[in-house]
């Protein structure tokens, strides 16, 4: 059974650093490419940054992009995403996901992935 534990959310302020974790277990974790998503209340899931399973290509939605930094260890089955800048804005449960199939892709749509962390608060305050 795959699982998904998400980590490392809280309250900062504006300007500050947040550095998020997700540990999977139940899976062959290094052949998925695995993604970031947040919800902010009363918005869509959006997709914010994805890794190819072996760690070697990345991409990070346009409103994160040069302050939020995605990353895996494989060893230790965990993604992360270190976030830098924060704004209030960014404030939004964060989820993990691992893709449905495919290693070597990025895909930014929520029904390109399969499995889902129960998410994590990140509260940026002004």
């Known amino acids: 059974q795959v699982q998904l534990v998400e980590s490392g959310g809280g309250l900062v302020q504006a300007g500050g650093s947040l550095r998020l974790a997700c540990a999977a277990s139940?899976?062959?974790?290094?052949?998925?490419?695995m993604g970031w998503f947040r919800q902010a209340p009363g918005k869509d899931r959006e997709f914010v940054s994805g890794?190819?399973?072996?760690?070697?290509?990345?991409y990070h939605a346009n409103s994160v992009k040069g302050r939020f930094t995605i990353s895996r260890d494989n060893a230790k089955n965990t993604v992360y995403l270190q976030m830098n800048g924060l704004k209030p804005e960014d404030t939004a449960v964060y989820y993990c996901?691992?893709?449905?199939?495919?290693?070597?892709?990025?895909?930014?749509?929520?029904?390109?992935?399969?499995?889902w962390g129960q998410g994590t608060q990140v509260t940026v305050s002004s």
């Open positions: 996901a691992r893709s449905k199939s495919g290693r070597s892709t990025i895909g930014i749509q929520a029904e390109e992935y399969a499995y």
């Open positions: 139940g899976l062959t974790f290094n052949i998925f490419t």
């Open positions: 890794i190819t399973g072996n760690g070697g290509n990345t």
